[in-house]
Antibody, heavy 126, light 108 residues
Framework: QVQLVQSGAEVKKPGASVKVSCKAS????????INWVRQATGQGLEWMGW????????GYAQKFQGRVTMTRNTSISTAYMELSSLRSEDTAVYYC???????????????????WGQGTMVTVSS | EIVMTQSPATLSVSPGERATLSCRAS??????LAWYQQKPGQAPRLLIY???TRATGIPARFSGSGSGTEFTLTISSLQSEDFAVYYC??????????FGQGTKVEIK
């Protein structure tokens, strides 16, 4: 079945970096964009950025510009999100999510997320 | 940045009753709006996209409506498995996507 499987929980110290992986299966990895969304405990959802796995093109939310890097390895259908200069406020569950594309009236749209990974808890603590 | 505001923050509903959730955008997002359901300890699940189209496998009791700045998610007859947090998300402007803060639907 179509799924995204993420790497396990991480504990990092302030100032460090974390790299989370997201392995796709059940579909052609390069045919759908991958997004990253995070959620602090008891809080809402926050979109971080987007990557086209075919081209490697990326786009990041302004809040994370300069601190986040999204990459991929197409040979193993895996996307990565690296966040640097970690601070306590970065403690959250990080999700990868597949971009949903639909077409209506001859126009195609993308922006919703139809398949989600199970989430990776990242804890930043000294 | 487009700000999405959901109301109410918490909705208390009895099983079998109708639930109506609202989502307002700070500027027009046309019909570029999605709804998600999230249960504790789980990832969100896509319910509605394009403001009113149900995603694959979503029961007909879920319906979405609205366009521009005002949107509604209606659950026609709440089932036990529908008690969860619901989020709206706009995707009108490329790569500036934002979510609402969520509405928790709880058992009355």
């Amino acid at each position: 079945q179509v799924q995204l499987v993420q790497s396990g929980a991480e504990v990092k110290k302030p100032g460090a970096s974390v790299k989370v992986s997201c392995k796709a299966s059940g579909y052609t990895f390069t045919s759908y964009d991958i997004n990253w969304v995070r959620q602090a405990t008891g809080q809402g959802l926050e979109w971080m950025g987007w990557m086209n796995p075919n081209s490697g093109n990326t786009g990041y939310a302004q809040k994370f510009q300069g601190r986040v890097t999204m990459t991929r390895n197409t040979s193993i259908s895996t996307a990565y999100m690296e966040l640097s200069s970690l601070r306590s406020e970065d403690t959250a569950v990080y999700y990868c999510a597949r971009g949903h594309v639909y077409c209506t009236g001859g126009v195609c749209y993308e922006g919703a997320f139809d398949i989600w990974g199970q989430g990776t808890m990242v804890t930043v603590s000294s | 940045e487009i700000v999405m505001t959901q109301s109410p923050a918490t909705l208390s509903v009895s099983p079998g009753e109708r639930a109506t959730l609202s989502c307002r955008a700070s500027q027009s997002v046309s019909s570029n709006l999605a709804w998600y359901q999230q249960k504790p300890g789980q990832a969100p699940r896509l319910l509605i996209y394009g403001a009113s189209t149900r995603a694959t496998g979503i029961p007909a009791r879920f319906s979405g409506s609205g366009s521009g700045t005002e949107f509604t998610l209606t659950i026609s007859s709440l089932q036990s498995e529908d008690f969860a947090v619901y989020y709206c998300q706009q995707y009108n402007n490329w790569l500036t996507w934002t979510f609402g803060q969520g509405t928790k639907v709880e058992i009355k």
